[in-house]
């Protein structure tokens, strides 16, 4: 049987200023249309919490150092929806 899972979590994540400040145009023309620091948040977030990255493994934030985002590992995730496919 194939089902889809739906799951939702909250993190809070801390970002040095360093890592808003690097987001401008120039960066935006090579990497992603981040406008915000929500908009960065939201990224990095995701790809610290989905995809197991790290700062340093990001596009566009290489050259800094993975310290200065930090991540409150204690969080859960909750069953929002599941449905038989």
């Known amino acids: 049987m194939k089902f889809t899972v739906t799951l939702t979590t909250e993190v ?3 970002l040095d200023q360093k890592v808003i400040d690097q ?4 960066w935006r023309s090579m990497f992603y249309n981040l406008h915000t620091p929500e908009d ?7 790809n ?8 340093t493994m ?11 985002v930090r991540v409150n590992n204690d969080f859960d ?8 496919d």
């Open 58 to 68: 990001l596009d566009g934030w290489a050259d800094l150092s993975d310290d200065m």
């Open 40 to 46: 960065i948040a939201e990224h990095i977030g995701f």
């Open 12 to 14: 809070e994540i801390d």
């Open 23 to 26: 987001v401008d145009d120039e």
């Open 48 to 55: 610290l919490v989905v995809n197991n990255a790290s700062l």
């Open 77 to 84: 995730w909750e069953v929002e929806v599941v449905k038989k």
